[in-house]
Every structure is written in structure tokens, then in C-alpha cells.
């Protein structure tokens, strides 16, 4: 398809199990973003991979949270030791460069710890 | 501490009148502002913006103003459409960065036919 992708779109696992969580950017994009949205709260940025400059990982909240992303385009958000607070949305974005405007966002997985 | 916040959590419209959504912030060093539109399981969509030197910004039925001395800004939605009930999001940024850009908790509109 055209837009952005993330899969799975559903994930249930135990605390302290490891989740890896997957996003296929627009092609051609060349950034990209990984967000939460935890029940009524807004978007939390997470990390931001801009082409081949370091990533921005100013957002992730715990050294248990990582993500990588591969040949400038798909992108790996892992969560080790899985808590029951990491129970949210996380969304994947992608755009052209930085522009905001052509900022766009998969349908999230939406992530239950038990 | 939520820096941008939108207080009501539901609005309904009925359909032709106006749809006003309201957000406020407290960071004074956002200068970028965007509303976005979300369909429930799908990701949000870019719907307009504002540059914090302009005070209004117009694209068709959506309309988007911005106070700064208020910290406020608002999305009118005129006439209001069916097909426009979606959870709205404001977001504001600094210097334009997605890496500051921060979200509200979102809107739910419903436009009743």
C-alpha cells in the first residue's frame, strides 16, 4: 500500500516479556517517528530517525525501550521487560525530510500488558 | 504537565452549523501549530496549520486562529459535515521540529445529521 503500515495492529503479552513492534514507512520518506498515546493522554513523542543522522531519542522514557531502523526504511520499536504502564498506542509516523505537512501516520498497535 | 491541552474531551454539532475546537497552551516557545483528524483505527491526518506570525489560517470549511497573548488557538469547522466526526488533536511544535512537537488529548466531534 501506499501509506504507512505498522503491524502487529493488536498485541497482548505478560509483564516482563520483550514486544517488538514493527513500522513500513511511506517509501521515500526519509523520517521517521515513533509515538505513544496512553488512554486520555495525548501523542508522547518517542524517537525520530532523520536519513542517516543519529537518531533523536529524547522521548523514550526508560533504557528499556529501543528502536532501530534498517536501510533507511523499515523501523523496529523494541520494548524489553515489558510493565503494565507500557500499555498504549504507538504510532508510526513518516514524512519527507522534516516538513510536518507531509506528515503521516500508520494506524498504531495498540500494545495490553497483563 | 500537560503543555498542550484541549479541554473538552466531546463536542456535538448539528450538521451546517459551526464546529469550534479549542486548544490551549503554556509553553511560550512553540511557534508552529497544527490540527490533525482521526478516524477510530486509523493513524491521524494532517489537517491544517499555523505559523505563530500569522493569526489565521484558512483552507475551505476549516478555518484555524491563533491568540497568541492567550495561548490559545481554535479550529472552526463551517458548515459542519457528517463525514467530519473524528477525534481532533492540536499539536504544537517548536521551530517547526517534529522532535518538539507535542499533542493534546484530543477532541471527539460528532456532527449529527
Known amino acids: 500500500g501506499a501509506g504507512v503500515s505498522q503491524s502487529p495492529s493488536n498485541k497482548v503479552t505478560e509483564k516482563g516479556k520483550d514486544v517488538e513492534l514493527r513500522c513500513d514507512p511511506i517509501?521515500?520518506?526519509?523520517?521517521l517517528y515513533w509515538y505513544r498515546q496512553s488512554l486520555g493522554q495525548g501523542l508522547e513523542f518517542l524517537i525520530y530517525?532523520?536519513?542517516?543522522?543519529?537518531?533523536?531519542k529524547s522521548g523514550l522514557p526508560s533504557d528499556r525501550f529501543s528502536a532501530e531502523r534498517t536501510g533507511g526504511s523499515v523501523s523496529t520499536l523494541t520494548i524489553q521487560r515489558t510493565q503494565q504502564e507500557d500499555s498504549a498506542v504507538y504510532l508510526c509516523?513518516?514524512?519527507?525530510?522534516?516538513?510536518?505537512?507531509?506528515?503521516?501516520f500508520g494506524p498504531g498497535t495498540r500494545l495490553l500488558v497483563l | 504537565d500537560q503543555q498542550v491541552k484541549q479541554n473538552s474531551p466531546s463536542l456535538s454539532v448539528q450538521e451546517g452549523r459551526i464546529s469550534i475546537l479549542n486548544c490551549d497552551y503554556t509553553n511560550s516557545m512553540f511557534d508552529y501549530f497544527l490540527w490533525y483528524k482521526k478516524y477510530p483505527a486509523e493513524g491521524p491526518t494532517f489537517l491544517i496549520s499555523i505559523s505563530s506570525i500569522k493569526d489565521k489560517n484558512e483552507d475551505g470549511r476549516f478555518t484555524v486562529f491563533l491568540n497568541k497573548s492567550a495561548k490559545h488557538l481554535s479550529l472552526h469547522i463551517v458548515p459542519s459535515q457528517p463525514g467530519d466526526s473524528a477525534v481532533y488533536f492540536c499539536?504544537?511544535?517548536?521551530?517547526?521540529?517534529?522532535?518538539?512537537?507535542?499533542f493534546g488529548s484530543g477532541t471527539q466531534l460528532t456532527v449529527l445529521p
Open positions: 509516523a513518516s514524512s519527507l525530510g522534516g516538513d510536518l505537512k507531509t506528515q503521516y
Open positions: 517509501s521515500g520518506h526519509t523520517a
Open positions: 530517525f532523520q536519513g542517516n543522522s543519529a537518531p533523536d
Open positions: 499539536a504544537a511544535s517548536v521551530y517547526g521540529s517534529a522532535r518538539q512537537l507535542t
